[in-house]
């Protein structure tokens, strides 16, 4: 394996990790950021609640997941 593959590999497993969909949802929101603060909107706001409901998300799908597993 080459450096640089390594190296992208590092990255995917850093920002993706296990679950694509929290990298998607946190991707989604600091899009929605941007486009509301470049309307002159502020929307520091937006990204910590974000957090918190893809959180939420999360562990609640793992929760069904563990439960299912059972």
Known sequence: MTRLAAFGRFWWE???GDDW???VE???AVG????L????IA????VPI????VL????RRAVRAGDQQS
């Open 26 to 28: 946190i991707v989604v």
């Open 21 to 23: 969909r929290v990298s």
């Open 56 to 59: 939420y998300g999360s562990l």
């Open 32 to 35: 929605a950021t941007a486009a």
């Open 37 to 40: 603060a470049s309307g002159g």
């Open 43 to 46: 929307a520091w706001w937006l």
């Open 50 to 53: 974000a957090v918190v409901a």
């Open 14 to 16: 850093f920002v993706v």
